[in-house]
């Protein structure tokens, strides 16, 4: 038996074997330590730093003893990656040798270079100082990269003068505004004993693989991350053989190495399968707190793209990479969770008479609708807009499914209250065959925002995407809806009758965001815009509502974001956009004039060669004469494509002004990119395979 497999039949040994979890402290720290730091995990007290210095302590024995010699901290700037700064152990001695110390202070803080970050304005060039804290609420972990083994310390990361360069401060402060206002709440219907409420998060990852060989040979893949050339492949995903398929060895022994890899990381990756497309995958982990989750998705992308490696793979993550077949989402599975147990989500058998579930489903429908643009703008990405609306992703119009139980009981709030819950049943298949039990409903993948039992599933975010936007963005509109219910309540005389007057208004006001049909139909878009909602479909457009007033306050109210921070975010967020763009406009410049022109001038020289040779046998050629004819009329067509692709991408070069920059690139660059594809992906179908320089979409997406 392999090593492998010795590993898969001791998967409880190895779950969390490089973690610094609550077993491992349980065993290394004194007890009075160990409850110590519990007590500020649980948000009673802060972090002692004598506690932070035993703690410190132990983490570098137990690194050390796992082969560590460095530490990091490791913290999600702006760059929608994660960074890393690591040092040493080691501490010289005066007789010149060394001794292995960390301290609690290293433990806390660091010190990164926060210049070299985007910082949208926030931090000038010569304003280099940073600092990173440390998140105790998220494990420690020890990870290697090659030889080296070092000990992560999940951070988060802000500026001299304090204001947030990172996508987890504003994650951590909006949990606690979500907290603060869920607890409210539930003092106010009667719970006396929840002390928190915690977001929490699942956060399904879907991804391409396709063979190393075949990406060596793309330059857009190598730099883009998506194929800005490929005509559609003869077979794509029409059959539908793909979805839940059996999974190819090569695949199999890929996604063994993964879970191992995850497993030790204390991630619990759950669910795998294939996804739609041919080379499509995906994989989903059991919930955990939201900023817990963030760092994990984080992990699981950067471990995917090295286990892909090390399989002769290439991983993309890209929410588009293969044009004409689905791309890739991260489907972000929300709920809520006292720190006793109660999942405020789950609407027991009852739902209709159970208030505390209403009352927060009745948060959320308000805040979806009110803050749609928001929630739209949380996702917006160059990537994502390839995605979203193309027929295997939501519009994006923002709606939400609540399935027909729900439903049926948000009516009957509007008629003047809830009284009964329909049931579910069960399904009989054939006699040999249990009964199933029925859910109260169906489940609709083509919804943006939608129920799925006992959370709710938000399908828009791109599959590249931090998981922090959507999730600040969410907990905070909610922790302002249940701000304004807490405030009514309280002036109120009787909490039952305020609670009911809530549950009608809410039903009434805001039925024009359910919606359970389909929602890639022509129709739903008309009718859509009848009920007002709002249908933005490009990232620009989307982004530029961040700092509409509604906003700006409501981020200041919670304290999860100053207006300073929400507008260097939009400026960072519009540099991405641009730079992104800019990238493919100048991959596409150069497959097409270095790679794509020559080859096709080539086959049409030799075409004409074997033209003229036909000729002087005697013999006629109007099938290579017709030939030559659309080769040369795709290839003066592309030639003109690609003068004025070069032409509008230098004009879009001297706006200066970031949105009028953005605006450039959005009106004519990408319209450019798109004609010089089209004319290079004719031309595809038509040359002679041999002549081609690139690897075609039949080759990526299907030979393993």
Same mark, same amino acid.
């Given at each position: 038996?392999?090593?492998?497999?010795?590993?898969?039949?001791?998967?409880?040994?190895?779950?969390?074997?490089?973690?610094?979890?609550? =077993?491992?402290?349980?065993?290394?720290?004194?007890?009075?330590?160990?409850?110590?730091?519990?007590?500020?995990?649980?948000?009673?007290?802060?972090?002692?730093?004598?506690?932070?210095?035993?703690?410190?302590?132990?983490?570098?024995?137990?690194?050390?003893?796992?082969?560590?010699?460095?530490?990091?901290?490791? !913290?999600?700037?702006?760059?929608?990656?994660?960074?890393?700064?690591?040092?040493?152990?080691?501490?010289?001695?005066?007789?010149?040798?060394?001794?292995?110390?960390?301290?609690?202070?290293?433990?806390?803080?660091?010190?990164?270079?926060?210049?070299?970050?985007?910082?949208?304005?926030?931090?000038?060039?010569?304003?280099?100082?940073?600092?990173?804290?440390?998140?105790?609420?998220?494990?420690?972990?020890?990870?290697?990269?090659?030889?080296?083994?070092?000990?992560?310390?999940?951070?988060?990361?802000?500026?001299?003068?304090?204001?947030?360069?990172?996508?987890?401060?504003?994650?951590?402060?909006?949990?606690?505004?979500?907290? =603060?206002?869920?607890?409210?709440?539930?003092?106010?219907?009667?719970?006396?004993?929840?002390?928190?409420?915690?977001?929490?998060?699942?956060?399904?990852?879907?991804?391409?693989?396709?063979?190393?060989?075949?990406?060596?040979?793309?330059?857009?893949?190598?730099?883009?991350?998506?194929?800005?050339?490929?005509?559609?492949?003869?077979?794509?995903?029409?059959?539908?053989?793909?979805?839940?398929?059996?999974?190819?060895?090569?695949?199999?022994?890929?996604?063994?190495?993964?879970?191992?890899?995850?497993?030790?990381?204390?991630?619990?990756?759950?669910?795998?399968?294939?996804?739609?497309?041919?080379?499509?995958?995906?994989?989903?982990?059991?919930?955990?707190?939201?900023?817990?989750?963030?760092?994990?998705?984080?992990?699981?992308?950067?471990?995917?793209?090295?286990?892909?490696?090390?399989?002769?793979?290439?991983?993309?993550?890209?929410?588009?990479?293969?044009?004409?077949?689905?791309?890739?989402?991260?489907?972000?599975?929300? %709920?809520?969770?006292?720190?006793?147990?109660?999942?405020?989500?789950?609407?027991?058998?009852?739902?209709?008479?159970?208030?505390?579930?209403?009352?927060?489903?009745?948060?959320?429908?308000?805040?979806?609708?009110?803050?749609?643009?928001?929630?739209?703008?949380?996702?917006?990405?160059?990537?994502?807009?390839?995605?979203?609306?193309?027929?295997?992703?939501?519009?994006?119009?923002?709606?939400?499914?609540?399935?027909?139980?729900?439903?049926?009981? !948000?009516?009957?709030?509007?008629?003047?209250?809830?009284?009964?819950?329909?049931?579910?049943?069960?399904?009989?298949?054939?006699?040999?065959?249990?009964?199933?039990?029925?859910? $109260?409903?169906?489940?609709?993948? $083509?919804?943006?925002?939608?129920?799925?039992?006992?959370?709710?599933?938000?399908?828009?975010?791109? %599959?590249?995407?931090?998981?922090?936007?959507?999730?600040?963005?969410?907990?905070?509109?909610?922790?302002?809806?249940?701000?304004?219910?807490?405030?009514?309540?309280?002036?109120?005389?009787?909490?039952?009758?305020?609670?009911?007057?809530?549950?009608?208004?809410?039903?009434?006001?805001?039925?024009?965001?359910?919606?359970?049909?389909?929602?890639? $139909?022509?129709?739903?878009?008309?009718?859509?815009?009848?009920?007002?909602?709002?249908?933005?479909?490009?990232?620009?457009?989307?982004?530029?509502?961040?700092?509409?007033?509604?906003?700006?306050?409501?981020?200041?109210?919670?304290?999860?974001?100053?207006?300073?921070?929400?507008?260097?975010?939009?400026?960072?967020?519009?540099?991405?956009?641009?730079?992104?763009?800019?990238?493919?406009?100048?991959?596409?410049?150069?497959?097409?004039?270095?790679?794509?022109?020559?080859?096709?001038?080539?086959?049409?020289?030799?075409?004409?060669?074997?033209?003229?040779?036909?000729?002087?046998?005697?013999?006629?050629?109007?099938?290579?004469?017709?030939?030559?004819?659309?080769?040369?009329?795709?290839?003066?067509?592309?030639?003109?494509?690609?003068?004025?692709?070069?032409?509008?991408?230098?004009?879009?070069?001297?706006?200066?002004?970031?949105?009028?920059?953005?605006?450039?690139?959005?009106?004519?660059?990408?319209?450019?990119?798109?004609?010089?594809?089209?004319?290079?992906?004719?031309?595809?179908?038509?040359?002679?395979?041999?002549?081609?320089?690139?690897? $075609?979409?039949?080759?990526?997406?299907?030979?393993?």
């Amino acid at each position: 038996m392999n090593s492998s497999s010795n590993e898969c039949c001791g998967i409880t040994d190895i779950f969390g074997l490089n973690v610094f979890n609550d =077993k491992v402290m349980r065993e290394r720290l004194p007890k009075n330590i160990y409850q110590a730091f519990r007590q500020t995990l649980e948000g009673k007290c802060p972090l002692d730093p004598a506690v932070a210095d035993v703690m410190a302590n132990a983490m570098k024995d137990w690194a050390i003893e796992k082969g560590a010699t460095h530490y990091c901290h490791w !913290f999600q700037p702006m760059t929608g990656v994660t960074a890393e700064k690591h040092d040493s152990f080691i501490s010289p001695t005066q007789d010149g040798s060394v001794i292995m110390e960390f301290s609690g202070k290293e433990l806390i803080k660091g010190e990164p270079d926060a210049s070299s970050f985007p910082s949208g304005g926030l931090r000038a060039t010569f304003e280099a100082r940073g600092y990173t804290a440390w998140d105790c609420t998220s494990p420690v972990f020890i990870k290697k990269d090659g030889e080296n083994t070092t000990l992560f310390i999940p951070c988060a990361f802000c500026s001299y003068t304090s204001e947030a360069l990172d996508k987890k401060t504003p994650l951590l402060r909006s949990m606690d505004a979500l907290c =603060k206002q869920a607890v409210r709440i539930l003092r106010l219907m009667g719970n006396t004993t929840s002390e928190h409420v915690i977001p929490t998060l699942g956060a399904e990852q879907e991804y391409f693989l396709v063979d190393s060989k075949f990406v060596e040979d793309r330059l857009d893949l190598l730099l883009t991350g998506r194929t800005l050339f490929g005509a559609p492949s003869p077979k794509g995903q029409e059959m539908e053989d793909q979805y839940f398929g059996s999974l190819h060895d090569r695949i199999g022994s890929f996604m063994h190495d993964l879970n191992i890899a995850l497993w030790k990381l204390g991630i619990s990756a759950k669910t795998q399968h294939n996804e739609v497309s041919p080379a499509q995958y995906e994989l989903a982990p059991i919930f955990a707190t939201v900023n817990i989750a963030t760092d994990w998705n984080q992990l699981t992308m950067e471990t995917l793209q090295n286990i892909a490696l090390q399989h002769g793979f290439v991983c993309l993550l890209h929410e588009k990479p293969f044009r004409g077949v689905n791309g890739s989402g991260k489907h972000n599975n929300w %709920s809520m969770v006292t720190d006793d147990g109660i999942n405020l989500l789950e609407p027991g058998n009852t739902p209709h008479s159970n208030a505390v579930f209403l009352m927060f489903l009745c948060a959320i429908i308000r805040g979806v609708d009110t803050y749609a643009k928001l929630l739209r703008a949380s996702v917006a990405s160059a990537g994502n807009d390839h995605r979203l609306g193309a027929n295997e992703a939501p519009p994006a119009i923002i709606s939400i499914f609540l399935g027909d139980q729900l439903t049926d009981i !948000f009516q009957q709030l509007n008629d003047g209250g809830a009284k009964t819950s329909k049931a579910g049943g069960e399904i009989k298949l054939a006699s040999m065959l249990p009964p199933l039990p029925k859910d $109260t409903t169906d489940r609709n993948r $083509t919804s943006p925002f939608a129920f799925t039992g006992n959370k709710f599933e938000f399908r828009m975010p791109g %599959s590249s995407l931090s998981t922090s936007g959507p999730n600040f963005v969410l907990n905070t509109i909610i922790a302002e809806i249940l701000r304004e219910f807490a405030d009514e309540i309280e002036a109120a005389k009787d909490v039952q009758t305020a609670t009911q007057k809530i549950f009608k208004r809410i039903a009434r006001e805001h039925s024009r965001i359910i919606f359970n049909g389909d929602n890639y $139909t022509e129709e739903w878009a008309k009718e859509a815009e009848r009920r007002g909602l709002p249908n933005i479909n490009n990232t620009v457009e989307s982004l530029l509502t961040i700092l509409e007033k509604d906003n700006i306050d409501l981020f200041k109210k919670h304290k999860v974001l100053s207006e300073k921070e929400l507008s260097a975010r939009v400026e960072i967020l519009l540099e991405n956009y641009v730079k992104t763009i800019g990238i493919e406009a100048k991959t596409t410049l150069h497959m097409a004039k270095r790679q794509i022109v020559p080859s096709v001038i080539q086959y049409a020289g030799s075409l004409a060669s074997s033209i003229s040779a036909i000729k002087t046998a005697g013999a006629g050629s109007a099938a290579g004469v017709e030939n030559l004819s659309s080769v040369t009329e795709w290839l003066d067509q592309l030639q003109a494509a690609i003068n004025h692709l070069e032409k509008v991408y230098a004009e879009s070069n001297g706006t200066g002004d970031i949105r009028k920059h953005a605006l450039a690139i959005r009106d004519k660059v990408i319209p450019a990119m798109n004609k010089v594809r089209d004319a290079a992906d004719a031309l595809e179908t038509i040359v002679d395979a041999q002549f081609w320089p690139l690897p $075609t979409y039949a080759d990526m997406l299907f030979k393993r």
